[in-house]
């Protein structure tokens, strides 16, 4: 999944995929180990999905503190 497609989906979207991602992340650790894992790149894929929809969701976190702060400065300013 790349990033301008994350960025697309609202926060509860990212949040399920999210969820569904480290869920399938497990069951390819479980294959690993057990040695039936057949396609090692996918755990790097799933790994690099779930830090980028980590990184967008921090990034709107970090947004909504940022307008927050800058509506609190224009009241103190009022």
Known sequence: MRVD???QLSYEEIQQRLG???EE???LR???SSGQLRDNNRLTQVKR???RML???RERELELEW???ELEEEE???
């Open 76 to 78: 103190v300013a009022v």
């Open 5 to 7: 497609e994350i960025r």
């Open 25 to 27: 992340l497990f069951n």
């Open 67 to 69: 307008e927050k702060s």
């Open 55 to 57: 990184t967008v969701s």
């Open 20 to 22: 569904d991602a480290r």
């Open 49 to 51: 999905d779930i830090a």
């Open 30 to 32: 479980f294959q690993w």
